[in-house]
């Protein structure tokens, strides 16, 4: 059994990097796949020559944005891996991987970097084509519009899932092929790429939910409100900024949130893996942790499959159900592939307690995506009440929505709680780490529906811009409002999809900390847990704080414009849009430098003073307080936007009455709660997790501060 | 040694049941007190005719609001102690405690109910004859007018602390002396003294805080708005139940809330006590058992001396400081009393160790009180600034208020921490428990500046109302600013105080259930901890939505008799006061049934489901989300508040400025915040942690699920 199934299965005398070598090529799949998808889009027409000026305005200021924040990046990776390098690679803890100074932690974080910077490249490259070519199509017919947003979303998502597997594997088959490490040596440093791709991820997510909304506020404040001109004017120098925003948040720090989270849960799983002992035979351990990466490989295919029956029929404007069709396809494929995996390579004990595990992963991530759009979606109940609660003002709409978003938390956790109780009873820790994996097995097809969303904004924008006739923009339209109704899916997925890769991450930490328990009922780690769960709080008001300035000064350099440029308001010249995105750019880049100190720096301090399992405990009480508040803000936030558009189709007075009003109080609270501090939630509990399995080795049992009292 | 000390100290043959008779006299000592204050209000004048019209219908509104509320409770306690009879005195459980059928259980619950109430009746008496007489002496000097609005205070004060202690040391006393069980025997139906407490608790402080802001919003939001009339008009028919709902929520709803966490440490205190084996001799746990009824005492007597320095000399109007000057000196006569006690009375391995947990847990509670003020009064930045954010729009205000109450969270968190770690080292367990007992040691002087805000308040009301001069008014506000100060304060004091009995009570939890930890990276522990966490943003949900049901149904009357009641408007008839303070009430009553129903539910299921380790995984989630939510909302609500008035004040453009009707979103939105949400999650945390103590023994430890799986 075990080993000896893969054996037989692959029909290889070297079974681990025989199977790295199937696993790698699925990644290799993606990326191909990628630039078929990638290629295709190229094929299009760009449209106007007013189309294209715009487009490569949005598309250089998108560069310029990652120009900056990649450099920045480089600069921090390069201190970050310089670190590794000196704490673990050498010196002081070299015992751990076997051979002295070899930059393996270094060169895997570096690793793990690059992956995610290549996958956000990509992704931005192909979002910021794909925009101008949407617009085009969108004359054309909603049809092929669709085919072209939703082929720059499958791109983004392929290169994010090969990327990653194929990084992990590659790093993987270095170790053991090459340098002969064992699995467990090989895994160590491994955990630094997760590492690499969460520090992107930080930068990324928190920079880019900055960026975006600071031109996004700065944008609306004075174009909408103080000029009265309508929504992506092109006399309003913060528009392009705005265009590039959606392109910055919702491509590049999605992006590299999930990758993070991939790769994270994989490499999680692989570390739980190892410390299995399901039949007594050693090769039970080697097969627990290669699996994840079989399951990965297998959503691979079954996300490319999946892609292809995204198509809406002549005349048909169903976009989201022909969305939703994919993502049922390549569930369900994953699933018969899954039982297959578990059959043939587990242990007969295990393998249907696993294949449930995966199963109940797979299941909650789809139900908390459904749960989402119930509280955010003008379809139901609860969008619709809070719209109504602006008959009464601005103070009962907040009142309203904030209700709103820590009622939307009760199911959502329970769903939680029971796919927890499902996996353990399936497989132990190996078993929620795996439901994990099997939640995120999908992503290809899933980062692909929430990647299109703002290629279809982007698109309205241009359509808007070069004054396309209105029937595009209605279509361009139709494909905004479903990618609406997708990112808040998406956020609500990539909350519940952070909190299994902790959960799995938790598990690898107990094993990595060689601690028997995380004992709550012990002061310091309750001190740990309290303090972890204050920290999403600290940083939910940084970031908010952040892009309160940031907003400011944008909104001052738009004023500053509409004063001194002299025909701007009549739109004899063009505003100065490279100063806007240079203003939300700079800003973005500092802002952020104070929360990512935070994120890093208190895990070492409280493992330092008080201790392995008090860190322990810093990580469960952040996740529990990230997830809840993460969750609630993401939910609120999206219902207040969506209550807005309620009314602005036409309901309780439409737009310029009172409700409105009242709803775009709503929504401008709503903005940094659901596009900056909420999913920057997901990157501070991932960071702490992360940081903590990768540091733990350094820290004594006890911490400094057990020995003085 | 130990109990030798008390035999010496009280040169008493019999030490415990001696003990406990001068423990009793101090209670007893504090209810004289109370009594004496009371007759001191009794002989001030009552001033105008119309004066006391007003009063008559406050008293009477506050009155039928008691009634109403009482006849719930006195239902729920005949239920409540009904089920405690059944499933913990006999049959099921009834070795517990070694007596079959004796309802030593019901009893201690009945009379912690009792005691409970008794307390806020004397509160609320007290404060509804006082605030007229504040009035009237307000005519003389502001010196007078703090006289009785502070003496108003220290009756309830003094009746609450002495309620407590009595209640609890004639409990004891019964069992130990009359009864004949042992120490250990006599405490485990005394917990239901505390849960008797807390049930009071949960009605007075989530009814009484829906009832106080739902007359809140009813009368500003038809009054001041609709109408164009100022505050406190006594053409407005609900301004009388907002006067009432000022005693209902600040007098009663915090009293019983205090009252709880007073007689809920000391309990726990005594739990964990009776596990302490400090060196060797059986009477250390008796010993330990009885440091909290003694450091009660001594808080009683500090009190009341504290209390006689709260006094201001002619022409001064430093209210705030008098009132810091008694908190000093009782907090400073505690701490030596502490210091003499622990060395007269403990062994002297542990003797400084646990005074330096007392220390710590003052300390702790003074700092929290002071960050809340530094967050919430007007005199510093953060208000500065938010008051500021008002320039451009609500938006603005509502991002920055929230941010303040996360950031608010952070400093309080860290002094909670460092306040663990010293009393842990300095006690182990029991030094925990017992710094809560120190926090709470001079409650009945911290409670007296609490209670006297209220009183304060509506003296000035009912000076608007009786038309009497502006001075008197003017004098009326300078102390209901320093009685908004103190009541900020008093919420943040009022959190820490929760989250202290709760670590106390955790630690008894513990001993109870017999389990060894809480070990959160057991899944099942962590679902517990995952729904104990959800569990505040659900029961803040469901109160947020009650309030604004409620004030729903009080506009709409207020409307109405504005509509209806010829003359109305000209003043020429008066409104149906009676008429809004039942509508205030009957939606208070209904409306707190769902929350009630759900915090004595949860830790059952959980309990039942899970296990005895998931359930304390319950109660430390909840903890730690409660506390964090409570104090953020807590400190937005108040800083909300006090921005507005900052503004009313003449800054910023003042009252009628775009800037103030910004601040008045700000204020409405943090009313339910700081009045009704934040402070239930007070009463759920400390009723999940008593629940779970009280019925842990019904619970197998490995719960139902378990054998499932």
Not at 348 to 368: D, H, K, N, P, Q
Not at 658 to 683: C, E, Q, R
Not at 696 to 709: E, I, P, Q, R, W
Request: net charge neutral.
């Amino acid at each position: 059994m075990t080993l000896d199934a893969i054996r037989t299965f692959l029909n290889a005398s070297t079974p681990i990097t025989s199977s790295l070598l199937v696993i790698g090529s699925a990644g290799l799949l993606a990326l191909l796949t990628a630039l078929v998808f990638r290629i295709l889009i190229s094929l299009q027409g760009t449209g106007t020559q007013k189309m294209e000026q715009i487009a490569a305005q949005i598309r250089s200021g998108a560069m310029a944005f990652l120009r900056r924040e990649y450099m920045v990046i480089v600069l921090f990776a390069l201190i970050a891996g310089g670190c590794l390098y000196i704490f673990l690679d050498t010196g002081l803890s070299y015992a751990r991987i076997g051979q002295w100074g070899m930059p393996y932690t270094a060169g895997s974080f570096g690793l793990g970097a690059v992956c995610s910077l290549l996958a956000g490249f990509i992704g931005m490259r192909t979002a910021t084509a794909a925009n101008v070519r949407t617009a085009q199509a969108a004359r054309t017919s909603l049809a092929l519009a669709l085919r072209v947003s939703f082929l720059s979303g499958s791109t983004m998502g392929m290169a994010v899932v090969g990327l990653g597997l194929l990084g992990l594997t590659g790093g993987l088959y270095y170790f053991l092929d090459i340098e002969h490490l064992s699995l467990a040596e090989a895994l160590t440093p491994l955990t630094a790429f997760t590492f690499g791709a969460s520090s992107v991820a930080l930068f990324a997510r928190v920079g880019g939910g900055i960026y975006t909304k600071a031109a996004d506020v700065g944008a609306d404040l004075v174009g909408k409100v103080e000029k009265n001109i309508p929504e992506d004017d092109p006399r309003n120098p913060a528009v392009i900024a705005d265009n590039v925003g959606d392109n910055v948040g919702d491509v590049a720090g999605m992006g590299a949130d999930l990758f993070e989270s991939y790769v994270g849960s994989i490499l999680a799983t692989m570390l739980v893996g190892l410390h299995v002992t399901w039949t007594g035979d050693p090769g039970d351990a080697e097969i627990a942790a290669l699996l994840p990466l079989f399951l990965a490989a297998l959503g691979i295919v079954a996300s490319i499959i999946g892609t292809f029956v995204v198509r809406i029929g002549k005349g048909s404007s169903n976009v989201q159900g022909a969305l939703k069709n994919g993502m049922f396809l390549s569930s369900v494929l994953v699933l018969i592939g899954a039982y297959f995996f578990c059959q043939r390579l587990l242990p007969a004990e295990v393998s249907m307690g696993v294949f449930y595990a995966i199963t109940s992963g797979l299941i909650a991530g789809v139900i908390i995506g459904m749960l989402t759009e119930y509280y955010t979606s003008q379809n139901y109940g609860p969008v619709r009440q809070l719209a109504d609660s602006t008959k009464t003002g601005a103070a009962t709409v907040m009142i309203s929505g904030l209700a709103l978003g820590y009622l939307s938390t009760f199911l959502p956790v329970v769903v939680v709680c029971i796919a927890l109780a499902v996996s353990f009873s399936g497989g132990g820790m190996y078993g929620v780490a795996i439901s994990a994996v099997g939640m995120l097995s999908t992503l290809g097809y899933s980062l692909a529906i929430d990647a299109f969303g703002p290629v279809a904004d982007n698109a309205g924008g241009i359509a808007e811009m070069s004054k396309l006739p209105a029937q595009v923009r209605t279509r361009t339209d139709v494909l905004d409002s479903a990618g609406n109704t997708t990112a808040a899916i998406g956020k609500g997925f990539a909350i519940g999809v952070a909190g299994f890769m902790c959960l799995a991450l938790l598990a690898a930490y107990k094993e990595e900390a060689g601690i028997t328990g995380i004992d709550v009922s012990k002061p310091f780690t309750l001190v740990g847990i309290l303090l972890g769960g204050m920290l999403p709080f600290l940083f939910s008001s940084m970031t908010m704080r952040a892009v309160g300035r940031a907003a400011m000064a944008m909104i001052e350099e738009v004023r500053r414009q509409f004063r001194d440029i002299e025909g701007l308001m009549e739109g004899k010249v063009l505003g100065d849009s490279a100063r806007c995105v240079a203003i939300s750019t700079s800003a973005a880049i500092r802002e952020m430098i104070l929360p990512g100190f935070l994120v890093i720096v208190a895990p070492l301090i409280v493992g330092y003073l008080l201790g392995r399992e008090a860190l322990g405990g810093l990580l469960v009480g952040s996740l529990v307080t990230s997830i809840l508040m993460g969750m609630s803000m993401a939910n609120s936030g999206g219902a207040w936007d969506n209550a807005k558009k309620f009314i602005e189709a036409g309901n309780l007075g439409g737009k310029g009455s009172d409700s409105h009003k009242a709803a775009v109080v709503g929504d401008t609270v709503g903005d940094p709660f659901k596009d900056t501090s909420g999913p920057s939630l997901n990157i501070l509990v991932k960071l702490l997790h992360i940081i903590a399995v990768l540091t733990v080795s350094l820290f004594a049992m006890d911490g400094a501060l057990a020995t003085m009292f």
